[in-house]
């Protein structure tokens, strides 16, 4: 059962990286654990503790009930997406020396088809709330703030890609306010077919 009282939104801070790894897993549960292997909730802790890049607590929303850490999302803005990819891949190399050859080939095709931005676009890069406390509107209150936070950076548009197979997710999405807008190109890699479309909303001050 979860934890009950009043949910409270707050940014990550770098002793949330346990929580922040496992609900990335669980924002995609076969995506990631085929790109960084069976250590993906490893690597996520590890780059999460980090500043400077797209994976980092700076960019981490976090939704506490009762004390516990019950759903985070992960966005940020055209800007940092191109200034932090570099810093991205050299601490994926620090964490992942040894297998950054073949990491680097299927971080280039991810990144080629995955989070691409045009000026003036906020990305949603994850979001996902405990299995524990879903049902409780904590995922709408953290995509109400993640539009917020992308006026307050002076986006029109927030974007998203979601694994077409998703339809939870989508059906939150579109409830929400968020088109479909593109197909992207099927990654694959180990052994398995990625497909995801690309989600967006155009977010107007007072309206977010």
């Given at each position: ?43 996520m ?12 607590h ?39 020396p040894?297998?950054?050859?073949r990491l ?27 299995p ?42 579109s409830?929400?306010g ?31």
């Open positions: 059962m979860g934890s009950t009282g009043e949910a409270a939104l707050r940014r990550a801070r770098p002793e949330d990286a346990g929580d922040f790894a496992r609900l990335m897993v669980e924002s995609s549960p076969r995506f990631f654990p085929a790109l960084f292997g069976i250590d993906a909730s490893a690597v802790r590890e780059l999460f503790r980090y500043r400077g890049h797209v994976l980092s700076e960019h981490t929303l976090v939704v506490e009930v009762g004390g516990r850490v019950a759903g985070m999302a992960l966005a940020y803005d055209f800007r940092h997406r191109t200034l932090r990819e570099l810093r991205t891949g050299l601490l994926l190399v620090r964490c992942l040894l297998r950054m050859v680097a080939a299927l971080l280039v095709r991810a990144q080629c088809t995955l989070g691409r931005l045009q000026r003036d676009e906020y990305y949603l890069s994850n979001i996902a709330v405990h524990d406390f879903r049902g409780r509107g904590l995922g709408t209150r953290l995509l109400r703030e993640v539009e917020s936070s992308a006026l307050r950076a002076g986006c029109r548009r927030v974007v998203l890609d979601a694994e077409s197979d998703n339809e939870r997710a989508i059906r939150l999405y409830r929400l968020y088109s479909v807008v593109a197909r992207l190109p099927v990654l694959r890699f180990a052994g398995r077919s990625f497909e995801f479309v690309r989600m967006a909303k155009e977010v107007v001050r007072g309206r977010a």
